[in-house]
């Protein structure tokens, strides 16, 4: 496993970082644990509060540093890099100025003396982090848990090692001692070894179902507390009475922010056979409209893929869904130019039989189908293995409201594509994983519900 920073549009590798040892390994792990022993966990909420404080203000002042950053290592437009900076500092003000609140004690109604429930730290926990938003990932679950009292060691993706260095500094320079918040490059091996370790008292991960089960698998067998939030292929669904332009603009979006390459994207578009014509040209001509380029360049409106290996993933997965019957309305190449671009795609005619039907494509790809009821909608919508978020487009919101209560998903936004924000929690079910992050459960998921009780 090579920690390596190579541009995605130019395809130039900038940087290689060595491997930590497992003689460093063990310092990183021996230090987060003493730091939370005898520093974090004792410090008063209104401290930790002063140094998350300041790690928001810090990415607020220093945003055009951090976000050319991720650009650099993903390929992120730089519009959107600014915009997850401005999100992460969000996140990190919100859980400083609602953490009292979240984590009061509960008292409890008991037929004599007293009893309450107090929120306590767990103690070290490990995160495992993807290339995709490579702030925004890993401050869900900084921002939390540092305000309740735990410390955090983490494994950044391989190719956003720049910005896994950078995160790691904000919270040394926001003020917090260091093991606090510590970045490792390990390899795959080594992070099941931090996992088996005694002294880790949870584990959260953001990545593939493969990532998923094992790391759960190894969490599991060492009987840590985990959370998983492992993708989706969410549904877009557009019932008969919705106004066209609206959907085909909230598509378009939905599908291509950060090039394809969001969890939470739209994927499977579910329209009304009435409506799917029109849908389709609507569709078609805002995908064609946009223009590969450098990502740094505000007229650049797609973004290249992050590695050349994930390029060449989604065109594998693209020629065995055409083998296997359907057919590619738009794209399905790589772009003729410099850096990792596919052109913007969509497929139709993906039948069940199809490996691209259950498949997640993250990247530019769309499918659409079309369908005859509402009630076909939902069937198609939940005929899938993932189930994180979902939207519905739809001017009847009660009707809205009744197909959503039926979709199997964390998360159904309607009349805008599925999104995230600090007072909304984040997570899925079936294969999208399980646990919540953001919002007050997501503070609530590495904690001690410690009860104490008082005889009369």
């Known amino acids: 496993m090579l920690y390596q920073t190579i541009n995605p549009y130019t395809e130039h590798l ?72 401005g999100l992460c500092a969000d996140i990190l003000d919100y859980f400083a100025d609602n953490a009292d609140a979240f984590l009061a004690p509960e008292k409890l109604q008991v037929r004599n003396g007293e009893a309450f429930i107090e929120n306590a730290p767990l103690g070290v926990l490990f995160c495992i982090e993807p290339w995709n938003y490579p702030y925004y990932q890993l401050v869900r679950v900084a921002a939390p848990n540092l305000m309740l009292g735990n410390t955090i ?16 500094k904000l919270f040394l320079d926001a003020g917090a001692p260091e093991g ?33 089960s094992a ?115 738009l794209g399905g190449k790589k772009l003729d130019q410099r850096g990792f671009f596919l052109a913007p795609t969509i497929l139709v005619d993906v039948k069940p039989d199809n490996p691209a039907y259950r498949q997640e494509f993250f990247a530019p790809v769309a ?34 409201k009744r197909v959503a209560r039926q979709i199997e998903s964390g998360m159904v936004f309607i009349n805008e594509v599925t999104g995230t924000a600090a007072d909304l929690p984040f997570g899925g079910v079936k294969n999208s994983g399980y646990g919540r992050e953001l919002s007050h459960l997501g503070i609530g998921e590495f904690v001690n519900k410690k009860l104490i009780r008082v005889a009369a």
């Open 14 to 85: 900038v940087q290689t970082f060595p491997l930590h040892t497992d003689g460093e390994i063990e310092t990183i792990i021996a230090k987060a644990e003493t730091v939370y022993a005898t520093d974090w966990s004792r410090r008063s909420l209104a401290a930790r509060k002063a140094v998350v404080k300041k790690a928001a203000s810090i990415l607020r002042d220093d945003v055009e540093r951090y976000a050319k950053l991720s650009t650099l290592e993903m390929g992120k437009l730089f519009r959107e890099a600014r915009s997850e900076v």
């Open 153 to 168: 060691i983490c494994k950044h993706a391989p190719n956003v090692p720049k910005c896994a260095l950078a995160f790691e």
């Open 180 to 212: 606090t918040w510590t970045n490792v490059f390990a390899t795959n091996e080594q992070a099941a070894q931090i996992i088996a370790d005694g002294r880790i008292r949870g584990v959260a991960l953001t990545g593939s179902e493969r990532a998923g």
């Open 215 to 329: 790391v759960a698998s190894e969490a599991g067998q060492a009987l840590k507390k985990s959370t998983m939030e492992l993708g989706g292929s969410d549904p877009f669904i557009v019932l008969d009475d919705a106004d066209l332009d609206t959907a085909v603009e909230l598509a378009v979006f939905g599908r291509m922010k950060n090039a394809g390459q969001t969890c939470i994207a739209a994927k499977r578009f579910i329209v009304p056979e009435s409506m799917a014509d029109a849908f389709l040209d609507g569709f078609k001509a805002g995908f064609e409209k946009l223009q590969a380029g450098d990502p740094m360049d505000p007229e650049t409106s797609l973004a290249p893929l992050c590695t050349d290996g994930a390029l060449n993933n989604v065109l594998n997965q693209i020629d065995t869904a055409v083998i296997r019957g359907a057919k590619v309305l």
């Open 367 to 400: 499918m659409v189908f079309r369908v005859k009821s509402d009630e076909e909608a939902v069937q198609l919508a939940n005929d899938s293995p993932f189930g994180l978020g979902a939207t519905v487009i739809a001017k009847d919101i009660e009707r809205a």
